[in-house]
Nanobody, 114 residues
Framework: VQLQASGGGLVQAGGSLRLSCSAS????????LGWFRQAPGKQHELVAI???????EYSAPVKGRFTISRDNARNTVYLQMNSLKPEDTAVYYC?????????WGRGTLVTVSS
């Protein structure tokens, strides 16, 4: 299963964006899905994960501002991002975490202006 992200764009600090991630196949059997990001010149960073039971975990920088969700019927994962900050600027990717079924798919660029 390969995941492709979309929904990025340019937004002012304090604004919101909703990212979507469409899967090439069923995500019903994927236990854990995750959103990651890569800022210019940096490594990939875990942003949030969600299990098939709905358990969610967030990295410290985004906790309280971002919300991950999944719709198994639509084979889609979402990331609602509120109160965006310039340091959230990055290419955002979604990926299967458990099990890992593919490499990095297409990301979507989020740029937050100050």
């Amino acid at each position: 299963v390969q995941l492709q992200a979309s929904g990025g764009g340019l937004v002012q600090a304090g604004g919101s964006l909703r990212l979507s991630c469409s899967a090439s196949g069923s995500i019903e059997s994927i236990n854990i899905l995750g959103w990651f990001r890569q800022a210019p010149g940096k490594q990939h960073e875990l942003v949030a994960i969600i299990s098939n039971l709905g358990s969610k975990e967030y990295s410290a920088p985004v906790k309280g501002r971002f919300t991950i969700s999944r719709d198994n019927a639509r084979n889609t994962v979402y990331l609602q991002m509120n109160s965006l900050k310039p340091e959230d600027t990055a290419v955002y990717y979604c990926k299967t975490v458990l099990p890992v079924t593919s490499g990095w798919g297409r990301g979507t660029l989020v740029t937050v202006s100050s």
